[in-house]
C-alpha cells in the first residue's frame, strides 16, 4: 500500500468516527487525522519503516495506530475498521474529496436521498441539488445547496483536495503574486515561503510573507489581486484568497523587526516547527512568527528577529538550509554546529542528458534544439562539459547495422562540432533502453562508439519488484552502462514508478561505479528526494541531469540540484561537480 493510500484510508476512519459521535470519538479523531498528516508528509514508505522497524519514527503515531499500520500492513486490513465503518454507506466516501464536504453533512445526503453507488455519488448529488431537492432539507437551505453546486463543479473541473502543482508552476504563480504585492509601498520585504521555499516536489498552496508596517492597506492591496476568485478568509495580520485555476495563497503580515522569525514559521515544515517548538519549552520559551518569548517571565516582552539566521541562533541553532526542514535529525545536527554542506547549482559543471534534434531515428520522442543551439546554452550556464545522449535508434525498425550507420554518423556530426567550439567539451553518451528481458537495445559494435551509456525503462513497466530489479541490473552490468536515468520512472500526478530492491541495486552501484540519475524534468524529479536520502547514506554516486529536449530547457537543473539537497546530498555526491577530465576517468573506469 502506499502512503497516499493508508492517509486516505485513516482520513476514512476519521470521518467514520465522526459521523458516529464526534464527541465522544474526539480523540481517535484528531489522533487519525494527525497520523494521516504525518504519513502524507512522511519522505520514507510506511512499508520501508515498518520493514526496519521504525514506524515509530513518525511524528504523531501512537502504539494503537502503529499496531493497526503493522496490521494493514501485514494481512492488508484492519479488524478493528470493520466496525469503524460498520453501517456507514460507501458512497460517503467520494463525497469527502470534495472541498467543503464534511463527514457529517456527506453521511445525511447520502442517507437522505438514498445514494448506493460511489461511482455515480457526485453526479448523483449534482442532479439532486440541480433539482432543488436540497434547500428544503433542516440545517442546509438555499445558500448550502449553492455551495453544494460550487463545490461538485470545482471538482470536477479538478480542484479537488489533493491536486497538488509541480514546483515551476507554482514558483512561476508565486512570483506573479510578488510581482504584484511589491507595487505596493508599504511592502517593504516579501518572500514565497512553505513548502515551494522548501522544494517540496509538490505544491499544495502557495504561501508568501510580507516584512510592512502597515498590515491593513497590505492586505487590502492582497485581497484586490486581479486574478483573485474569492476571498478566504481576511484578518488583520494574514489573509487567503483562492485564485484563478483554483489554487490557494495564503499571505502573512508582520513588521521588519519581526521578519525572521515569520520566515521561519511560514517555512515550515509543519513537524520541524512542532519539535523546534518542544526544544524552545525545554529551554523556557515559546516560540511564534512575532518572535520568542519567556515563558515564566510574560513581562519581559517578546524579543524579535529581523534575520531567521539570528532566530535560530536564538535556539542555540546554526540556520537550517530550508530543503532540510522536514524534522527528520537536521535539528539535531544544526544544535550540533554539525549540518552537512549542501550541493549547490553553481557546483555543477555539466548536463549529461541532453536529447538534441540530430535525426537519430529514435523510438521515443527526438530533441527540438540542434547540437549547437543547446551548446551555446551550455556555455551560457558556464558548464565545461555537456553530454549528449539521444534515445538509441528505434530498434523495430532498424537493425542492428542500420543502428550503428547512424550513431556512426552521429559520430561524425559531433567529431565536427568538437572541431569548431573550445570553451565546452562534448561527451558521447546515448539513452539507451533496458528491453524486458534486461538486456541493452544496442549491439556492442554500436555501444563501442560511446563514451559510455545511460541507460533507462521505457517499456514493459507491470514486472514485479525482484524482476524489475534484475532487469536494472542486467542493464547496468554492461561495462558501457555507467548511469541509471529517471530510476523509478515515476511521472508526479500520473504514474507511481516501479518498486525496486533499492539495497541491492545500492550494492551494485557501489561494487562497480555505477552512478544513479536525479532526472530534473518537473513531473520526473526522480531519484525522488527520500531515495537520493538513502542514496547518500549508503555512499552512492549521483549524477543530476535535466534530460533536456530542448536548449531552454537546460534551466531546469535548479529542481533536480533542490532534489539533491532535500536528500541531505553534498557536492562530493554528484559526479557531475567533477571537472572534466575527473569526470572521464570516472565514465572510463
Ligand atoms: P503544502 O502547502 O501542502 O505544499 O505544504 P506547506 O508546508 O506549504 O504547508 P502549509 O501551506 O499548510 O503551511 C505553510 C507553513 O506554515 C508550514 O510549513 C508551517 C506553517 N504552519 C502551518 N500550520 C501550522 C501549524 O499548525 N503549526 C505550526 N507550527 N506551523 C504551521
Ligand atoms: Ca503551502
Ligand atoms: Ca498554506
Ligand atoms: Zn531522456
Not at 185 to 208: C, F
Not at 311 to 339: C, S, V, W
Amino acid at each position: 500500500m502506499s502512503n497516499q493510500q493508508i492517509a486516505e484510508l485513516f482520513r476514512n476512519v476519521a470521518a467514520a468516527y465522526s459521523i458516529k459521535d464526534e464527541r465522544k470519538y474526539y480523540f481517535q479523531i484528531i489522533a487519525y487525522h494527525r497520523a494521516a498528516d504525518a504519513i502524507d508528509n512522511s519522505t520514507t514508505e510506511i512499508k520501508d519503516l515498518f520493514d526496519q522497524k521504525s514506524l515509530q519514527s513518525l511524528p504523531g503515531v501512537g502504539t494503537s495506530i502503529k499496531s493497526h499500520i503493522e496490521e494493514l500492513l501485514k494481512t492488508g486490513k484492519v479488524s478493528r475498521f470493520k466496525w469503524v465503518f460498520e453501517n456507514i454507506p460507501e458512497a460517503v466516501f467520494p463525497l469527502l474529496k470534495i472541498p467543503s464536504f464534511g463527514p457529517k453533512r456527506a453521511y445525511k445526503l447520502v442517507k437522505t436521498f438514498g445514494l448506493g453507488n460511489p461511482e455515480s455519488v457526485v453526479d448523483d448529488l449534482e442532479k439532486i441539488a440541480k433539482e432543488n431537492k436540497i434547500s428544503p432539507l433542516a440545517g442546509f437551505g438555499e445558500k448550502s445547496q449553492n455551495d453544494i453546486l460550487r463545490a461538485i463543479k470545482e471538482y470536477k473541473e479538478g480542484k479537488s483536495k489533493q491536486r497538488r502543482m509541480t514546483l515551476p508552476f507554482a514558483a512561476e504563480l508565486a512570483k506573479k503574486i510578488t510581482d504584484f504585492l511589491i507595487e505596493d509601498p508599504n511592502v517593504l520585504q516579501v518572500s514565497a515561503l512553505g513548502s515551494l521555499r522548501r522544494m517540496v516536489s509538490t505544491i499544495g498552496d502557495i504561501d508568501i510573507a510580507v516584512a510592512s508596517n502597515n498590515s491593513e492597506k497590505v492586505i487590502n492591496h492582497f485581497v484586490s489581486y486581479p486574478y483573485k476568485e474569492r476571498i478566504i478568509e481576511k484578518g488583520n495580520s494574514s489573509a487567503s484568497i483562492l485564485i484563478s485555476g483554483g489554487y490557494q495563497v495564503d499571505l502573512m503580515v508582520q513588521p521588519v523587526k519581526s521578519f525572521g522569525s515569520l520566515l521561519q514559521h511560514f517555512t515550515g515544515s509543519k513537524d520541524h516547527n512542532i519539535h523546534l517548538r518542544e526544544l524552545a519549552i525545554k529551554k523556557g520559551l515559546s516560540l511564534s512568527e512575532k518572535g520568542i518569548k519567556k515563558i515564566k517571565d510574560p513581562k519581559a516582552g517578546l524579543a524579535t528577529y529581523s534575520t531567521e539566521k539570528d532566530f535560530y541562533n536564538a535556539l542555540g541553532l546554526d540556520l537550517i538550509p530550508p530543503e532540510m526542514r522536514e524534522n527528520t535529525g537536521e535539528i539535531e545536527l544544526a544544535a550540533k554546529h554539525k549540518l552537512p554542506r549542501l550541493i549547490e547549482l553553481s557546483d555543477i559543471k555539466g548536463d549529461l542528458h541532453l536529447h538534441s534534434n540530430f535525426s537519430i531515428e529514435p523510438s521515443h520522442d527526438l530533441g527540438q534544439s540542434s547540437m549547437q543551439d543547446m551548446l551555446n546554452k551550455a556555455v551560457k550556464l558556464k558548464y565545461e562539459y555537456l553530454g549528449f545522449s539521444e534515445h538509441n535508434p528505434s530498434v523495430s525498425k532498424h537493425n542492428d547495422n542500420q543502428c550503428y550507420e547512424i550513431l556512426k554518423k552521429r559520430d561524425e556530426k559531433i567529431e565536427q562540432i568538437k572541431s569548431n567550439i573550445k570553451s565546452v567539451r562534448i561527451i558521447k553518451l546515448l539513452e539507451v533502453d533496458i528491453l524486458a528481458s534486461g538486456e541493452l537495445s544496442l549491439s556492442e559494435k554500436s555501444l563501442a562508439l560511446l563514451d559510455g551509456a545511460i541507460v533507462s525503462i521505457h517499456s514493459a513497466f507491470n514486472l514485479n519488484k525482484e524482476q524489475m530489479t534484475e532487469r536494472v541490473l542486467n542493464g547496468l552490468s554492461n561495462p558501457k552502462a555507467k548511469i541509471l536515468a529517471h530510476p523509478t520512472g515515476r511521472l508526479i500526478n500520473e504514474r507511481q514508478g516501479y518498486d525496486l530492491d533499492w539495497e541491492k541495486i545500492f550494492e551494485f552501484c557501489q561494487k562497480h561505479n555505477k552512478a544513479l540519475e536525479i532526472n530534473s524534468w518537473p513531473n520526473r524529479l526522480d531519484l525522488p528526494d527520500n531515495i537520493v536520502r538513502r542514496a547518500v547514506t549508503s555512499g552512492i554516486k549521483l549524477v543530476i541531469n535535466t534530460d533536456s529536449h530542448a536548449a531552454y530547457q537546460m534551466g531546469l537543473m535548479e529542481y533536480g540540484v533542490s532534489v539533491a539537497r532535500r536528500g541531505w546530498a553534498k557536492k562530493s555526491d554528484i559526479i557531475n561537480t567533477l571537472s572534466y577530465n575527473e569526470f572521464m576517468k570516472w565514465l572510463k573506469n
